[in-house]
């Protein structure tokens, strides 16, 4: 689903993102986009095999998503789109809500699956672009956002 009311309704109604592929490298796309999801309200769960056990961005990372003690809303992609399967096997598995696959990530079996078992699928898009799109910000500096009010958002979801 990437409808602009499915995607609100997403980052209006979630409050955990576990982010599968977070880097702890300040320079790479994950750390920018789990970054900038904190710093709005979002609790972000770093899941890297890499780091599991030590902190990125303040918080605990785990190895994999069942490792996570708590509630889980979306799980966000960033690995290669061939081990999205398995990853979104892993998200029904937890009880997540949405399987949130980044830019560039598309992976239509997987997508399936997850909608199967009652998540939302929301694929090649980045959940950072989305909520600066859709909650004001993006707008603000010139960048159309294909989004035509003459209101302010009452609340934002932070």
């Known amino acids: 689903m990437d409808d602009i009311e499915t995607l609100k309704r997403i980052l209006a109604t979630s409050k955990t993102v ?25 609790r972000v769960i770093p899941v890297n095999p890499r780091y ?6 303040g918080e605990l990372c785990y190895a994999s998503l069942s490792e996570i003690p708590e509630k889980v809303d979306i799980v966000d992609v960033f690995r290669r789109t061939s081990e999205v399967p398995q990853i979104a096997d892993e ?40 909520h600066g799109r859709l909650f004001g910000g993006l707008n ?14 009452r609340s934002l979801p932070y």
């Open 52 to 57: 599991a056990g030590s902190d990125v961005l």
């Open 140 to 153: 603000w500096v010139g960048v159309n956002t294909r989004i035509i009010s003459a209101k302010r958002p």
């Open 91 to 130: 998200a029904v598995r937890i009880g997540a809500r949405v399987l949130w696959q980044q830019l560039g990530i598309q992976n239509e079996v997987a997508a399936a699956s997850a909608r199967a078992a009652g998540l939302v699928s929301v694929m090649n898009r980045c959940v950072k672009i989305e």
């Open 18 to 42: 576990a982010v599968v592929g977070l880097s702890a490298d300040w320079f790479r796309p994950s750390y920018f986009a789990a970054k900038y999801m904190q710093e709005h309200g979002y």
